[in-house]
């Protein structure tokens, strides 16, 4: 009855879209009546209303239902959100503007002259608009009212025309900000957590192990790593589409001739065209790149760009007024002012000491009213004129509505897909076909594909993604990034806009395109470029480093990146030293075998006998180096014939897993039957018969797996432990050998601050001798309490200690203090005297092997990664690694 039920959900949800009724009440109207129909029937024929639900109940479902929409609404974790209507502020109010057409005007004067000028204009407008605005819709209407006529006029192909405006005002969905890209990634933060919790408990299933390694786990996502991700992509799609119109005009130029500017290109010209480009290309900057540097989430990238679009709409609005501009120069010589006043003054009110600080407040601060005055001014007039203020936010508030209350739809929907079984059917049907990962990601990807002919992309984002995204992302024999992922849908949901016979795209232009264009030559148009859309997904499948690398990069050389013996980065960042190890070995030994010469018979005994223990780590590196080359060239080796078998017997073991969990269930079941009143003796005997049949399909998939599995198995385990083992020991050396060394130069360069002390330290005699015990005692406290910043004084520390306490009691012993002050002192003195010489003889020697071996044998006890490094490890963590023969 659950398979009904879950048919009935899809039908009911398909038919009510088909019959256009509006998605934001399709999506959970059909989730209630279905939840409704299997609660109702089951508690007619079977006396409970879970009866029919493959998981939960309809409580649960409800609950399930108030959980997400508390995370909509009201989570503060989950702010992802937030940055929608911001950015779709933003769009509205630039397209509001005449931005759209002031750029197609003046990029076609530019292009015009090279072949296929017009549509490489379209092009390259596009991409702009895509990076400001986003609105498809918008962009679409705007090329098709200003650029068609031209491109008509100057005798382009009715298809080159139609399909590269449809297709150029597409690219908003995936060149960031994005609205498609944000629900993405909220889409996907879920589906990351889940499809963890599925690799764990793989994991634990496969090798008993109950803590997975962190290095395993999956790695998440966020809006700004989406868009991120997604900006090179971008750029590759917007250079196919270029490419091909140019290509296209060599070879038929008579269907995209060039078109003469008629004008000259001179100094006004460019002016016009500066002032034309710069804004918006200032706006996508400050946007784009505040998130790129990592000096704004992307809530607050969305606020700034909600201001910035304001702001130019206050001056293009005003156009031909005397004043036009003041309100844009205004705002820029407030943030010109602000900048240059943090640049010198710390601006920070918890900070203020000086009244150097406090004129550096009031300049802020000055600055800052300046552009609140320019913002209000620019926001009075959007509002004064044409009433753009109001028509913005309204479509703002309508724009935003539909997508949180779709979202809200969804997740009820999704909830009710799984209540009946609909996500084990989908894992069971993609986990059973051949190939593994790849086929089922061409699978999901082809029907996502065949989804958009007829949905929109909100509707597949929210409501196929929780769905197959979770199962996708646990397969640890691809090991794909969340990132990588959501782009890759993003790429194919971007089709949806142009697919008949639903694509949004081909009806907007439709709408303002002449009569003379047929429909027909719509269609024949974006053919070329949905197989653009295509090959772009085919070449960011296969270069992940397209989508993984910038995230990456910002990750690892932000101010918060993760240190350098973070588990997820060992691995890419041994490939790096050990690289590094091959080119520089020479350099390496050598400062090894002179750091071995220096003289250390003067150090304290535990300071000398940790430095040359490190030093030993230090020279058996190479020792290590060789052990690792040789374990991993054996669990290679084994890895070759060992795959195939690990792959066969785990798919086994899965379905066996799979038919426990059945068998669990109908165990369930009949236990349920049996104490019902009266017992139901055909059913129980029904259920009886089946978990034998279960019981002798699982004996039968045990038969079934190899006899050498054990055998084979145990011995790639231990040839997996032992590379495992073998960087292990590799880590803790290098760790060893890099520590002592830094901790005994660390006490070294203490010694002016020690030497510093000395005067004091003589003068705790007197103290004793001239103050009550409990007053000396307090001042040899403060003395010990101030040393403790010196590196190294825990001797001399001790010793103070132990005079204190012969101060302290019932009974104090002041001549007690006093010996034991004299020892402190005389260790004090001593320990002064072998710093100050190895500050002499060691320091240097130590300095120029320490910065020899900073980026290899010490880069993990680095606080960060150093940029050459971060961005090496940034380009190798960008590809996707097997990690299957871990489970």
Same mark, same amino acid.
């Given at each position: 009855?659950?398979?009904?039920?879950?048919?009935?959900?899809?039908?009911?949800?398909?038919?009510?879209? $088909?019959?256009?009724?509006?998605?934001?009440?399709?999506?959970?109207?059909?989730?209630?009546?279905?939840?409704?129909?299997?609660?109702?029937?089951?508690?007619?024929?079977?006396?409970?209303?879970?009866?029919?639900?493959?998981? $939960?109940?309809?409580?649960?479902? /409800? =609950?399930?239902?108030?959980?997400?929409?508390?995370?909509?609404?009201?989570?503060?974790?989950?702010?992802?959100?937030?940055?929608?209507?911001?950015?779709?502020?933003?769009?509205?109010?630039?397209?509001?503007?005449?931005?759209?057409?002031?750029?197609?005007?003046?990029?076609?004067?530019?292009?015009?002259?090279?072949?296929?000028?017009?549509?490489?204009?379209?092009?390259?407008?596009?991409?702009?608009?895509?990076?400001?605005?986003?609105?498809?819709?918008?962009?679409?209407?705007?090329?098709?009212?200003? !650029?068609?006529?031209?491109?008509?006029?100057?005798?382009?192909?009715?298809?080159?025309?139609?399909?590269?405006?449809?297709?150029?005002?597409?690219?908003?969905?995936?060149?960031?900000?994005?609205?498609?890209?944000?629900?993405?990634?909220?889409?996907?933060? !879920?589906?990351?957590?889940?499809?963890? *919790?599925?690799?764990?408990?793989?994991?634990?299933?496969?090798?008993?192990?109950? *803590?997975?390694?962190?290095?395993?786990?999956?790695?998440?996502?966020?809006?700004?790593?989406?868009?991120?991700?997604?900006?090179?992509?971008?750029?590759?799609?917007?250079?196919?589409?270029?490419?091909?119109?140019?290509?296209?005009?060599?070879?038929?130029?008579?269907?995209?001739?060039?078109?003469?500017?008629?004008?000259?290109?001179?100094?006004?010209?460019?002016?016009?065209? /500066?002032?034309?480009?710069?804004?918006?290309?200032?706006?996508?900057?400050?946007? /784009?790149?505040?998130?790129?540097?990592?000096?704004?989430?992307?809530?607050?990238?969305?606020?700034?760009?909600?201001?910035?679009?304001?702001?130019?709409?206050?001056?293009?609005? &005003?156009?031909?007024?005397?004043?036009?501009?003041?309100?844009?120069?205004?705002?820029?010589?407030?943030?010109?002012?602000?900048?240059?006043?943090?640049? @010198?003054?710390?601006?920070?009110?918890?900070?203020?000491?000086?009244?150097?600080?406090?004129?550096?407040?009031?300049?802020?601060?000055?600055?800052?009213?300046?552009?609140?005055?320019?913002?209000?001014?620019?926001?009075?007039?959007? @509002?004064?004129?044409?009433?753009?203020?109001?028509?913005?936010?309204?479509?703002?508030?309508?724009?935003?509505?539909?997508?949180?209350?779709?979202?809200?739809? *969804?997740?009820?929907?999704?909830?009710? @897909?799984?209540?009946?079984?609909?996500?084990?059917?989908?894992?069971?049907?993609?986990?059973?076909?051949?190939?593994?990962?790849?086929?089922?990601?061409?699978?999901?990807?082809?029907?996502?594909?065949?989804? $958009? @002919?007829?949905?929109?992309?909100?509707?597949?984002?929210?409501?196929?993604?929780?769905?197959?995204?979770?199962?996708?992302?646990?397969?640890?024999?691809?090991?794909?990034?969340?990132?990588?992922?959501?782009?890759?849908?993003?790429?194919?949901?971007?089709?949806?806009?142009?697919?008949?016979?639903?694509?949004?795209?081909?009806?907007?232009?439709?709408?303002?395109?002449?009569?003379?264009?047929?429909?027909?030559?719509?269609?024949?148009?974006?053919?070329?470029?949905?197989?653009?859309?295509?090959?772009?997904?085919?070449?960011?499948?296969?270069?992940?480093?397209?989508?993984?690398? /910038?995230?990456?990069?910002?990750?690892?050389?932000?101010?918060?990146?993760?240190?350098?013996?973070?588990?997820?980065? #060992?691995?890419?960042?041994?490939?790096?030293?050990?690289?590094?190890?091959?080119?520089?070995?020479?350099?390496?030994?050598?400062?090894?075998?002179?750091?071995?010469?220096?003289?250390?018979?003067?150090?304290?005994?535990?300071?000398?006998?940790?430095?040359?223990?490190?030093?030993?780590?230090?020279? !058996?590196?190479?020792?290590?180096?060789? =052990?690792?080359?040789?374990?991993?060239?054996?669990?290679?080796?084994?890895? +070759?014939?060992?795959?195939?078998?690990?792959?066969?017997?785990?798919?086994?073991?899965?379905?066996?897993?799979?038919?426990?969990?059945?068998?669990?269930?109908?165990?369930?079941?009949?236990?349920?039957?049996?104490?019902?009143?009266?017992?139901?003796?055909?059913?129980?005997?029904?259920?009886?018969?089946?978990?034998? +049949?279960?019981? *002798?399909?699982?004996?039968?998939?045990?038969?079934?797996?190899?006899?050498?599995?054990?055998?084979?198995?145990?011995?790639?385990?231990?040839?997996?432990?032992?590379?495992?083992?073998?960087?292990?020991?590799?880590?803790?050396?290098?760790?060893?050998?890099?520590? !002592?060394?830094?901790?005994?130069?660390?006490?070294?360069?203490?010694?002016? &601050?020690?030497?510093?002390?000395?005067?004091?330290?003589?003068?705790?005699?007197?103290?004793?001798?001239?103050?009550?015990?409990?007053?000396?005692?307090?001042?040899?406290?403060?003395?010990?309490?101030?040393?403790?910043?010196?590196?190294?004084?825990?001797?001399?520390?001790?010793?103070?200690?132990?005079?204190?306490?012969?101060?302290?009691?019932?009974?104090?012993?002041?001549?007690?203090?006093?010996?034991?002050?004299?020892?402190?002192?005389?260790?004090?003195?001593?320990?002064?005297?072998?710093?100050?010489?190895? #500050?002499?003889?060691?320091?240097?020697?130590?300095?120029?092997?320490?910065?020899?071996?900073?980026?290899?044998?010490?880069?993990?006890?680095?606080?960060?990664?150093?940029?050459?490094?971060?961005?090496?490890?940034?380009?190798?963590?960008?590809?996707?690694?097997?990690?299957?023969?871990?489970?």
């Amino acid at each position: 009855m659950e398979l009904f039920f879950l048919a009935m959900l899809v039908l009911v949800m398909a038919a009510a879209l $088909g019959s256009g009724y509006p998605v934001a009440f399709a999506l959970p109207g059909s989730a209630i009546l279905t939840i409704s129909a299997a609660a109702l029937t089951g508690y007619l024929f079977a006396g409970d209303s879970a009866a029919y639900f493959a998981h $939960g109940s309809p409580v649960q479902w /409800l =609950t399930a239902g108030v959980t997400n929409f508390r995370g909509v609404y009201w989570e503060v974790e989950r702010d992802t959100l937030i940055a929608i209507p911001l950015f779709v502020f933003m769009g509205i109010m630039l397209q509001r503007s005449k931005i759209a057409e002031d750029l197609l005007v003046a990029m076609a004067q530019l292009f015009g002259p090279v072949p296929g000028g017009l549509g490489i204009s379209v092009v390259f407008v596009g991409a702009l608009l895509a990076a400001t605005t986003g609105i498809v819709g918008a962009t679409v209407v705007a090329m098709g009212l200003i !650029s068609l006529p031209a491109m008509l006029r100057n005798n382009y192909s009715h298809s080159l025309a139609t399909g590269t405006i449809a297709a150029s005002g597409t690219l908003g969905q995936i060149i960031p900000p994005s609205i498609v890209l944000i629900i993405l990634a909220d889409q996907l933060a !879920s589906a990351v957590d889940q499809a963890d *919790a599925s690799r764990k408990a793989l994991y634990k299933a496969t090798t008993g192990d109950f *803590a997975m390694p962190s290095e395993f786990g999956v790695i998440s996502t966020s809006a700004g790593d989406m868009f991120l991700g997604a900006f090179i992509p971008g750029l590759v799609l917007v250079a196919l589409y270029m490419v091909f119109i140019l290509g296209y005009s060599l070879f038929r130029p008579k269907n995209a001739p060039a078109v003469p500017f008629e004008g000259s290109y001179d100094r006004a010209f460019a002016g016009r065209i /500066l002032l034309i480009l710069v804004p918006p290309l200032t706006l996508i900057f400050v946007v /784009l790149g505040s998130i790129i540097m990592g000096i704004a989430t992307v809530n607050q990238a969305g606020a700034i760009g909600a201001a910035g679009a304001m702001v130019m709409a206050g001056y293009r609005l &005003a156009e031909g007024r005397k004043d036009a501009f003041y309100p844009a120069i205004l705002a820029v010589v407030s943030l010109v002012c602000v900048f240059i006043v943090s640049s @010198f003054f710390d601006v920070n009110i918890k900070n203020v000491k000086t009244s150097s600080d406090v004129w550096g407040i009031a300049l802020s601060a000055i600055a800052v009213t300046g552009f609140i005055i320019a913002l209000i001014w620019s926001g009075w007039r959007t @509002f004064k004129i044409d009433n753009t203020m109001h028509s913005v936010m309204i479509d703002t508030a309508k724009t935003t509505s539909l997508v949180f209350i779709i979202l809200l739809g *969804a997740a009820m929907l999704t909830a009710a @897909f799984r209540a009946f079984g609909g996500e084990e059917l989908v894992r069971e049907f993609l986990t059973s076909l051949p190939g593994g990962f790849w086929t089922q990601f061409i699978i999901v990807m082809a029907v996502i594909f065949v989804l $958009g @002919f007829f949905l929109d992309f909100i509707e597949i984002a929210v409501v196929v993604v929780p769905i197959v995204a979770p199962i996708l992302l646990m397969d640890p024999s691809a090991n794909v990034t969340a990132v990588w992922l959501g782009v890759m849908i993003g790429l194919n949901i971007q089709t949806s806009f142009l697919t008949p016979p639903f694509g949004f795209a081909l009806f907007y232009l439709r709408g303002v395109a002449p009569a003379v264009v047929k429909t027909t030559s719509m269609y024949k148009g974006v053919i070329a470029f949905i197989g653009l859309q295509l090959l772009a997904l085919v070449i960011v499948g296969f270069v992940p480093n397209l989508v993984n690398y /910038l995230p990456n990069r910002i990750s690892l050389t932000a101010a918060t990146a993760p240190p350098p013996i973070n588990p997820r980065l #060992q691995y890419c960042m041994e490939q790096y030293i050990f690289n590094e190890y091959a080119t520089r070995g020479d350099e390496i030994r050598g400062a090894i075998d002179t750091v071995g010469k220096l003289d250390l018979s003067y150090l304290p005994a535990k300071l000398k006998a940790d430095t040359e223990k490190g030093l030993k780590a230090a020279a !058996s590196v190479y020792g290590h180096l060789e =052990t690792i080359s040789k374990a991993e060239a054996a669990r290679d080796a084994g890895a +070759e014939t060992f795959r195939d078998l690990h792959f066969k017997v785990r798919r086994i073991q899965s379905d066996m897993r799979k038919l426990e969990a059945e068998k669990k269930a109908q165990d369930s079941d009949l236990g349920r039957m049996k104490r019902q009143t009266p017992v139901n003796q055909d059913a129980v005997a029904k259920a009886e018969a089946h978990l034998a +049949e279960i019981d *002798a399909e699982i004996e039968a998939l045990k038969a079934s797996i190899p006899d050498n599995w054990e055998q084979d198995q145990k011995t790639f385990d231990a040839l997996q432990k032992a590379d495992t083992k073998a960087r292990r020991d590799y880590r803790k050396t290098v760790d060893t050998a890099y520590t !002592s060394i830094q901790d005994l130069m660390e006490v070294v360069e203490a010694t002016p &601050a020690l030497e510093a002390f000395q005067g004091e330290i003589n003068g705790l005699q007197s103290a004793i001798a001239s103050q009550e015990p409990k007053q000396a005692s307090e001042t040899i406290n403060e003395f010990s309490k101030s040393l403790r910043k010196v590196a190294g004084v825990k001797e001399i520390r001790s010793g103070l200690s132990a005079a204190r306490r012969a101060l302290r009691g019932r009974s104090p012993d002041p001549e007690k203090a006093k010996e034991e002050l004299a020892k402190a002192v005389a260790s004090f003195e001593s320990d002064l005297a072998w710093r100050k010489k190895a #500050q002499s003889d060691l320091l240097p020697g130590l300095k120029s092997y320490e910065a020899t071996i900073r980026d290899t044998i010490g880069l993990r006890q680095q606080r960060r990664l150093p940029e050459a490094q971060a961005l090496s490890i940034a380009q190798c963590s960008s590809s996707h690694r097997d990690i299957s023969l871990h489970f």
